[in-house]
């Protein structure tokens, strides 16, 4: 039962980092490599505003800020003359620029924060919740993905710039002949990614900690979900974090992490073989 | 071919010629002269690496582990089956040869684009550096293996190391110059700029492809092996993707893909920034990163192909071996005859 629940809120880590590469891949044809960074970079805000004293929930609030602050600069500056090209030199150019990217954060972070770390501890670290002991930060990190999927699902049924991305997703060029500001949409998709990133951080140093150098970690995860989903909708990339959440969980505890590793890895490639036209197909 | 031989072979042997002398001047210092070899290593894996992504549009993010795979298979042979270590090196590159193939096949089986080979060949080398690290009873997993003893004993000559690494480079530089020189060349050229037009023109894209991938990993499984004679130790983190992939890509644009010397001069180059950064540490990752990031923006053509055009005409063998430019030295060719 505690793999099961274990699971579940490890698909829900999964699901905020790969909703966000999904995101972006689908409205702005950009595969982003340098989003595992933009976790650790809201991480180690979070982490850095601890140190200073600053109350833990403003912390958090300010390092997943700062996630989303981070994808928007990489959008307004880096990725504008990928946006500027089609298809795949688009692909490619954003590719090889969030490739670097990443590698800069990367080597940023682990030679100016070498030491830093988020860890988040609770004041009870389980509890009982209907004759079963759970620990504390699976429910905290359960309630807090639950909550932001439920405020994205808001933004994007509710609101007038929601609308606009959905038929970005569907039809870049139609949407742009319906008035739809292409641009001011990608950045504000890029923005939330990195909020979505930042949160998922914030759970990893609910678990257990989040260093300087778990970007490319992050980024592969992602990915390998991404891969999975094999769904136009974020919906689908949603289940397929839980079930790789789910795999994940029981892999690790029966057979140990090294195997799981390559057990999602693999999962992925064979996924890419037998469904090719999986997620990452619906940009032509 | 209507340009000589000996023009074509040119340029190959100048850098044959210039990288033959290096010895003389550092020779006396080992460290010097492990910095020299490792950039010819670089420089073989920058040119398997632009036949595989400058010519076949094939973007393998799995150079490293093709190279670990030479690497550990040819020490493991010798190790545990006691095989020659001649025999063992073949028997690697043959593999490297095999797997770079069959990735390749499968992926243009599947009609993959440039995104999904990166994606798929990144998870191999994921998959593979995992292997390395797990597999402890084969690899001595993160410990690594030392190498001293089972192979040709490159470790202890450096002069002698150097100049094998030398031999393979001029040799492959030499075989991409004859292909590019005959009709494979043009066929190579068509199917990269546009692969369906190529495959409607009776050029058979997937062999084209997989026979490109399959050698170029055979020299990266090669050198991979050689490498592992040569560096006296082996562990999975010396063929990690931040240490053999990302180079590349780096000397590669820094260089200039497809060129003939784009591969060469980046590797050097990259050599020179490394030594620049190294005393650095972690900055060394920065370093790389925003090299990636402000080549590929600023600079896309690389240093080779911006030389050629200054130099201009004055120097035609310094000229990519293009089916374009060939035809345009002929045109030169013909009007400096006529003259």
């Avoid at chain 1, 038929?167 to 739809?180: M, T």
């Avoid at chain 2, 010629?17 to 080992?30: C, E, N």
Wanted: aromatic share 8%; with cysteine.
């Amino acid at each position: 039962m505690g793999v099961v629940l274990d699971g579940l809120v490890l698909g829900l880590q999964l699901a905020l980092l790969s909703v966000g590469v999904v995101f972006v891949y689908g409205l702005g044809g950009v595969l982003n490599l340098a989003h595992g960074q933009v976790a650790v970079a809201g991480g180690l805000v979070a982490a850095l505003l601890l140190q200073a004293r600053v109350n833990p929930v403003l912390s958090g609030l300010g390092g997943v800020v700062a996630a989303g602050v981070v994808a928007l600069l990489l959008d307004r500056t880096l990725l504008q003359p990928a946006y500027r090209r089609r298809g795949e030199e688009r692909l490619l150019l954003a590719l090889i620029l969030t490739l670097g990217t990443s590698f800069a954060l990367d080597g940023f972070f682990t030679f100016r924060y070498p030491n830093v770390a988020l860890s988040l501890r609770l004041a009870a670290p389980s509890v009982e919740v209907g004759g079963i002991t759970v620990r504390t930060a699976s429910l905290v990190v359960g309630g807090l993905s639950l909550a932001t999927f439920g405020l994205l699902l808001v933004f994007l049924k509710g609101t007038r710039l929601g609308k606009a991305i959905r038929c970005i997703i569907q039809n870049e060029a139609g949407a742009w002949l319906c008035g739809v500001d292409v641009d001011r949409a990608r950045t504000v998709t890029l923005f939330l990614s990195g909020v979505l990133a930042g949160v998922a951080a914030l759970g990893q140093g609910f678990f257990s900690y989040l260093g300087p150098d778990m970007g490319p970690e992050f980024t592969i995860l992602a990915l390998i979900v991404a891969v999975v989903g094999g769904v136009r909708s974020l919906t689908g990339t949603f289940l397929a974090s839980l079930l790789l959440g789910m795999v994940n969980a029981a892999l690790s505890y029966w057979v140990g992490t090294y195997l799981t590793w390559i057990a999602l890895l693999a999962v992925a490639v064979a996924t890419l073989l037998v469904r090719p036209e999986g997620l990452l197909a619906y940009w032509p | 071919m209507s340009v000589p031989w000996t023009r074509q072979a040119a340029p190959v042997v100048a850098v044959a010629a210039v990288l033959a002398a290096v010895p003389l001047g550092v020779g006396d210092s080992p460290y010097q002269m492990r910095i020299a070899t490792l950039m010819l290593v670089l420089a073989c894996y920058a040119v398997a690496f632009n036949l595989l992504f400058g010519h076949t549009n094939q973007l393998f993010l799995c150079v490293g582990a093709l190279a670990s795979l030479g690497g550990y298979l040819s020490v493991i042979l010798v190790r545990d089956l006691k095989l020659a270590s001649l025999a063992a090196v073949g028997l690697a590159t043959v593999a490297a040869a095999a797997t770079g193939g069959f990735l390749s096949y499968v992926s243009v089986r599947r009609g993959f684009g440039v995104l999904f080979v990166g994606i798929v060949t990144l998870a191999v080398s994921l998959i593979v550096h995992n292997l390395l690290l797990g597999l402890r009873d084969l690899t001595n997993g993160e410990t690594g293996i030392v190498t001293r003893g089972l192979g040709m004993g490159l470790g202890d000559h450096p002069l002698k190391a150097y100049y094998v690494l030398l031999a393979v480079m001029v040799a492959s530089l030499a075989a991409y110059r004859w292909l590019f020189g005959s009709r494979h060349g043009a066929a190579l050229h068509a199917l990269s700029e546009d692969e369906v037009s190529a495959e409607l023109s009776g050029i058979d894209v997937t062999r084209y492809k997989v026979a490109c991938a399959a050698g170029a990993s055979a020299l990266v499984g090669l050198v991979g092996a050689l490498y592992a004679d040569l560096n006296g130790f082996i562990s999975p983190s010396v063929y990690a993707v931040g240490h053999v992939d990302i180079p590349v890509l780096v000397a590669l644009l820094l260089g200039g893909m497809r060129t003939l010397l784009g591969p060469v001069v980046g590797a050097a180059l990259f050599s020179l920034v490394d030594e620049l950064v190294r005393p650095f540490g972690q900055l060394t990752v920065l370093a790389y990163g925003v090299l990636l990031v402000a080549l590929f923006l600023l600079f896309r053509q690389g240093v080779v192909p911006v030389v050629q055009s200054a130099l201009g005409r004055r120097v035609p063998a310094l000229r990519a071996p293009s089916s374009r430019t060939a035809a345009k030295e002929e045109v030169a060719g013909g009007t400096e005859a006529g003259r």
